[in-house]
Nanobody, 117 residues
């Protein structure tokens, strides 16, 4: 069993910031050894990778968020974060946390981020 619970979404004005959190739990995950990621899905569009972080803390970002978003992890809290700065209306989407455990990907329920004036 793996549970991922996202939080921190909401409504923000263009240029604003939000920090998303994803807490992992369950007997099926050893958080410190798991690659984690954030994805997003806008209405009518596919789910795309936003940022990812390995167990060794190597990071990877979608071109559209480089320089604005930062992914990080706190293994003591079994939590991964996504700091989002300089938000744009096109960042509006449901954001999902993902955990890679072996050959399986687990997903959270998603949190809505809306960037609008």
């Amino acid at each position: 069993q793996v549970q991922l619970v996202e939080s921190g979404g909401g409504l923000v004005q263009p240029g604003g910031s939000l920090r998303l959190s994803c807490a992992a739990s369950g007997s099926g995950i050893i958080f410190s050894t798991s690659a984690m990621g954030w994805y997003r899905q806008a209405p009518g569009k596919q789910r795309d990778m936003v940022a990812a972080i390995t167990s060794g803390r190597s990071t990877n970002y979608a071109d559209s968020v480089k320089g604005r978003f930062t992914i990080s992890r706190d293994n003591a809290k079994n939590t991964v974060y996504l700091q989002m700065n300089s938000l744009k209306p096109e960042d509006t989407a449901v954001y999902y946390c993902s955990a890679r455990v072996g050959v399986f990907n687990y997903w959270g329920q998603g949190t809505q981020v809306t960037v609008s004036s």
